[in-house]
Structure formats: C-alpha cells, structure tokens
C-alpha cells in the first residue's frame, strides 16, 4: 500500500506504471517549491489536483464520474498506480479514491518533500 522511494525509482519507466502527482499546478511546474530544495515533479508523473475528487459542494464526485476522470487521463483498472503530493497528506485522499474504485494503488508517503531531497534522482518541470 505504500510506495517508497527505492520502490518507485526501480519502477520508474515501466509501461505499466502510473504515477500520480496531487500537487497545485504550480507545484507540479516547479515554479512554487513548498518547503523542498527542487520544484518540480516526478518524471512521467500526471497532474490530477486532489480537488478534482470533489464536486463544487466539497462531496466526493460519484463513482462513475471518478472513473472517467482517471480514465481521460490514461488510468485503467489494472496498472500499478503512485499517488503523491508534498508530504503524504493530499495523495492520502487520492489513495482512499482510488482504492475504493477498486485499483492497485501506492501512496508514497514521503512523496515530493523526499523525492527532490535526492538529488541523484530525476526531476521534471514541464
């Protein structure tokens, strides 16, 4: 149910794999680091905002809604997915989405705060 960094990087390039990063736009960019030595964002990561779970009254949106917003964005039942934002919180709410709708999710708890701690690992800004 976790993903940790040693985990993801091993993973990192596989077809089979989708990470997603829950972050604002701008932290996905780079141009807004919170509290991280690098901005940007995991490479090959898709930008899904932790907000786009919700509907404009603050419920989750339906189940079928949900499903369709993942698979506009290229996710389908059966890939192994990482959900992850700065520290763990917001993609903890993507993680309990996803794992409701019934896919095979990771949340890495360490998420970006670790990831751009490392700078021998990968970083992306487009």
């Known amino acids: 149910m976790v993903a940790t960094q040693a985990w993801i990087r091993e993973h990192l390039g596989s077809k ?56 506009n964005e290229g996710i389908r039942p059966g890939q192994e997915i990482v959900v992850y934002c700065t520290g763990g919180v917001r993609s903890a709410m993507a993680f309990f989405v996803l794992k409701t709708l019934g896919y095979s999710v990771r949340n890495y708890d360490g998420s970006w705060w670790d990831w751009s701690h490392n700078p021998s690992l990968p970083v992306e800004n487009s």
Do not use: C, M, V
Not at 22 to 37: H, Q
Not at 43 to 59: D, K, M, V
């Open 16 to 71: 089979d794999l989708r990470i997603i990063d829950n972050r604002t736009r701008g932290e996905f960019l780079g141009s807004t680091p919170y509290g991280s030595p690098r901005g940007g964002h995991i490479p090959g990561a898709l930008h899904i905002p932790w907000q786009n779970f919700f509907s404009e009254t603050g419920r989750l949106k339906p189940p079928d809604t949900l499903a369709r917003l993942l698979e």
